[in-house]
């Protein structure tokens, strides 16, 4: 009795076989692709040119739910249904005992799904091809993007998803020993280095005083598997970069599967995880995730942020644990092998330990000054290199003087409990090429007393960067409307092309001259300054919110009070009706509220001990002139409601600081600093 | 044909099979018995090449056969489980092996469709347990192979399928030569049908002796005097068991059986028989008396 020779490690009668037995799933997906993809062109194909660009783009970015369910599912249902022959002792023994050795079936089944899953996609890319027609964007200038191009490039991301995806769920078929965990870990998987990404993204944040998980970064980690890539932006166009990471994991993936089978011992079907070296490896991985999550979990609930986090920190590991003892043992009588826990717990302790200690120094360390070509000086975290570009010595000497005292103060910084905090990036460009990004979140008033920001805010090239009016040619300026902030009925509109020369000159002067505290200041502006332009090069109108018209700004006033345009914006006493205030305090964060007669109209509250009510004209004035409109939840001081004759409600804010005399004795409250 | 050489294999640490070792000749059959959980299933994974073992050889024809195809092509096996390809019928079936096994004999498979009477176009997953059974008997033995395996083959089949199956066996086993290895936690399923029993308790080999031998050498003797039965035959004789039935005596004796009666007859009994003994009993006394040690094994 003498078997049939095998070619090249693919044995053509298993080939044959997994052909026969597994087509369905090709047909199935073959038939959603032919559903979702060229039924619908044929269907509108007359007007597919003109009307076509949301099913192209759609179909070509993977964008359809089902589709997108079939590129991911198939692979993982093919890979499962293929080696489910290693799950399962009957089936093991009789596949085995075949004259087959074991490198020819790994080699063919790993060929026969590839195929499997990838015909349907090849079909549907020729057809696509064969029936292809100019399909034109939406955009100015029109782009045909229906082209044999754009075609292949589809084919060619959903091989590179199916294959990766596959190789996923054969790794994972060959670890473990039952097809619902080979299920599970396939699926999993796809999401595995986006997750640990994820979670040391938490720890680097977390303990890295500094850290900057700006929007590259979580890119970084979204990308790590084409899947989330996919399912965080639709259009994924995968870089060359990350097609290459794609095709060395899946390279990678199927290189260990078939050593993994090699070694793997057949009596360990139906256990959960085949191979011992891997069971403490799954054990700490699920325990690690568990401790993140409910960490990051108990770090929301608690009050003492600290101790939640390390509680959040035990009981997760703990219960992940168990549940991965569970699942590994098969059992739920796991109690006495938890000896393994008091191991994870130290690595884990030794982790963050490790991380808390910072050895490379990363918290401490800044970039050379002679090294740096430029500085981002922002209040959001982005590393774009073109934005808030400060280039002179003197603010990029500044920005290192600033970022010393972060630095050296960075122990109490880091615990610092107070609520109003204030975020700003730091990102050097570096004569190399390299950026040097960190970010941080400061208290506020740890900011706004800097000598050395006080010294960068005020400097013109920050004050030209960071306002676009410094960049407006001003003779393509339209329009410059200036509406009151608190009555928008208030609103002037400067059109006349001499006066809008004027008026930006004197606000740019204004601009300039600003200090750091007048920026700093939270007093409600008078005015919103809204620019209208047109470009020479494009029709589309084009506006942006110039910065807000603030009674510091005096040239600006003095002109607006020359041309007679002032009064058009100014809210007088007259215009109020009343302003109501009471404390702000942890138990009461709201606004006094407003109540309103049958026919609608603002009714004056009556004063109680803790609701003072203001109608004096020259006190509205008093207010008017220095209520603020931004405060923090927490922070102490006083809420109103400014109710007007119009009808119309506005809040504002006093701190305990800058509140009027005559309000802080109304509460009789003492003086707190604040 | 098979040799398993000092055989160890271990799950978790924990030890299956210890120093085992076991021979099928040519053109014999083998029978390997042994209670639920001896090792029987696992020591037959390791003979068909499916497991790898911890240490020792296994071999067939000479050569290892883990991972050797050639050698697993002359290897016909029969699992205890039953595997299938999932809505194959036997026709399906039958069309892998025939391209998988060189040796494929479409006659014979057509002369076993006919003698079990099996639909051939019905998906095996609809048969009984037992149609399963004689379709699993019908593709091995069609591979026509050199070496068969069967892990508990009788199992569920009627007495009357069962001695077709006995007679293809014995006729390849004496046309062909094959070697057969057939297990079974019954001892009286595999009486008169193999040539040597192994018996495998706690991943041991206990005993494997020839049948031939086996029966030539131990006697079960009723003889009766008109007076006592002569002490000084004890010292004579190798006697395993001796029962006194009223003036009857009973006796297990090891030796040469026509010397024995010669010795007995020589004090003129009353009465002589030699009694036919079955294989349990063989065994029973061959291992140690009263037999309680060897009920735990096999009953």
């Known amino acids: 009795m003498k078997s049939k020779a095998s070619y090249f490690n693919l044995n053509k009668n298993v080939f044959i076989e997994d052909m026969r037995r597994f087509w369905g799933i090709s047909a199935l997906y073959s038939i959603v692709l032919l559903f979702s993809s060229v039924f619908p062109i044929l269907m509108t194909y007359s007007t597919l040119s003109e009307h076509g660009y949301f099913l192209i783009n759609r179909i070509l970015n993977n964008g359809n739910f089902l589709p997108f369910l079939f590129l991911t599912t198939a692979p993982l249902a093919a890979a499962v249904l293929i080696f489910r ?91 473990s020993g039952t097809s619902l965990l080979q299920t599970i870990f396939g699926a999993g998987f796809l999401f595995l280095l986006p997750a640990i990404g994820t979670l040391l993204l938490f720890y680097f944040d977390h303990f890295f005083f500094g850290f900057n998980s700006g929007w590259k970064m979580s890119q970084l980690v979204i990308n790590l598997s084409p899947i ?150 922002g209040n959001f975290p982005s590393d774009d290199r073109e934005f808030h570009t400060l280039m002179s010595e003197d603010n990029i000497e500044s920005s290192l003087e600033f970022h010393q005292t972060i630095v050296d103060n960075r122990k109490w910084l880091e615990r610092d409990p107070s609520s109003e905090t204030y975020n700003i990036t730091l990102n050097y460009l570096m004569k190399d090429g390299k950026v040097f990004t960190r970010q941080y979140t400061l208290p506020y008033e740890f900011f706004k007393h800097n000598p050395y920001v006080k010294k960068v805010y005020e400097s013109a090239e920050y004050i030209k960067a960071t306002n676009p009016i410094f960049h407006v040619q001003e003779k393509d300026l339209k329009i410059i409307s200036l509406d ?7 609103s002037i509109q400067i059109i006349n092309s001499f006066e809008i020369k004027e008026f930006c000159e004197v606000l740019k ?30 029709l589309q109108e084009k506006y942006y919110y110039g910065p807000a018209l603030k009674k510091s700004y005096a040239n600006t006033l003095n002109w607006l009070e020359v041309k007679d345009y002032l009064d058009d914006i100014t809210v007088y006493p007259e215009d109020i009706k009343y302003i109501s205030i009471k404390r702000n305090s942890e138990n009461s964060t709201t606004y006094p509220q407003e109540t309103r007669s049958a026919s609608n109209n603002l009714m ?71 | 044909m098979i040799e398993v050489k000092n055989l160890y294999k271990s799950f978790n640490g924990y030890p299956v099979l210890t120093d085992l070792n076991l021979t099928v000749q040519k053109g014999s059959i083998y029978g390997l018995v042994g209670a639920n959980g001896a090792g029987k299933t696992t020591l037959i ?102 070496v068969l395996v069967l892990d508990e083959p009788i199992d569920g089949l009627d007495p009357l399928v069962r001695k077709k199956v006995w007679k293809m066996i014995i006729e390849d086993v004496s046309e062909r030569e094959i070697s057969v290895l057939i297990s079974s936690h019954n001892l009286k399923e595999l009486e008169g049908i193999c040539d040597s029993i192994g018996i495998l308790n706690g991943g041991r080999m206990v005993i494997e002796r020839e049948l031939d031998e086996l029966k030539s050498d131990i006697s079960k003797i009723q003889v009766a005097y008109k007076t006592e039965f002569p002490e000084e035959l004890f010292e004579k004789l190798d006697v395993l068991h001796h029962e006194k039935r009223g003036s009857v005596d009973l006796f297990i004796v090891k030796g040469n059986r ?35 040690e060897i009920e735990g094994i096999l009953f």
């Open chain 1, 85 to 175: 022959y290693l799950q399962n002792n009957n089936s093991t023994a009789v596949i085995h005992a075949f004259p087959f050795t074991r490198k020819e079936l790994f080699v063919t089944h790993c060929i026969s799904g590839i195929i499997i899953i990838s015909l349907p996609v090849i079909i549907n890319g020729l057809l696509l091809l064969l029936i292809k027609k100019p399909v034109y964007s939406t955009e100015l200038v029109p782009v045909d993007i229906f082209t044999t191009a754009a075609i292949l490039k589809w084919v060619g991301q959903s091989l590179l998803i199916a294959i990766s995806g596959f190789s996923i769920a054969v790794f994972a078929g060959i670890i």
């Open chain 1, 228 to 377: 989330t890539s996919i399912l965080d932006h639709n259009d994924a166009q995968f870089s060359s970069g990350f097609i290459i990471l794609y095709i060395l994991l899946t390279i990678i993936l199927l290189a260990a599967s078939y050593i993994l089978y090699m070694f793997r011992k057949l009596e360990r079907s139906t256990d959960s995880i085949a191979f011992d070296f891997l069971k403490p490896l799954f054990k700490y991985s699920v325990s690690f995730c568990g401790m993140t999550v409910l960490g990051i979990y108990f770090i929301g609930l608690s009050e003492n942020r600290i101790f939640g986090m390390y509680l959040g920190f035990i009981v997760g590991s703990l219960i992940a644990y168990i549940i991965a003892e569970m699942v590994v043992e098969k059992t739920i009588w796991v109690f006495k092998h938890l000896k393994g826990y008091l191991f994870f717990l130290i690595i884990a302790a030794l982790f963050v330990t490790l991380i808390q200690t910072d050895i490379t120094g990363y918290e401490r360390r800044l970039p050379v000054f002679d090294k740096i070509e430029s500085v981002y000086y």
């Open chain 1, 484 to 490: 009151s902030a608190l009555l928008p009925d208030k």
């Open chain 1, 509 to 538: 002067r204004d601009l300039l001259n600003e200090s750091f505290e007048d920026m700093m200041s939270r007093k409600a502006p008078l005015a919103r300054i809204e620019f209208f332009w047109k470009d020479n090069n494009e």
């Open chain 1, 604 to 674: 004056i509250p009556t004063a109680t001990t803790d609701l003072m009510v203001v109608t004096d004209k020259e006190a509205i004035q008093t207010i008017l002139d220095n209520y603020e409109n931004r405060h923090y939840h927490n922070s102490e001081g006083y809420l109103l409601t400014i109710g007007l004759n119009n009808g119309s409600t506005n809040n504002g804010f006093f701190q305990i600081t800058t509140a009027p005399p005559f309000i802080i004795n109304y509460f009789n409250t003492p003086m707190v600093s604040d």
């Open chain 2, 45 to 146: 994974k390791h003979i068909v090449g499916v497991f790898k073992q911890d240490k020792g050889d296994i071999l067939i024809k000479g050569c290892p056969i883990f991972e050797n195809t050639l050698m697993k092509s002359n290897v016909g096996y029969i699992s205890d489980d039953l595997f299938f390809f999932s809505m194959y019928s036997l026709k399906n079936m039958s069309r892998f092996y025939k391209k998988v096994y060189f040796s494929w004999n479409q006659e014979r498979y057509q002369f076993m469709l006919n003698l079990f009477r099996l639909d051939e176009n019905k998906r095996i997953s609809k048969f009984s347990k037992g149609m399963q059974k004689q379709a699993a008997l019908i593709l091995t033995m069609s591979c026509m192979p050199e």
């Open chain 2, 258 to 292: 026509n010397a024995i009666i010669e010795m007995l007859k020589n004090l003129n009994p009353l009465v002589l028989d030699v009694l036919p003994l079955t294989l349990e009993e063989i065994f029973i006394y061959e291992l140690g008396g009263d037999g309680h």
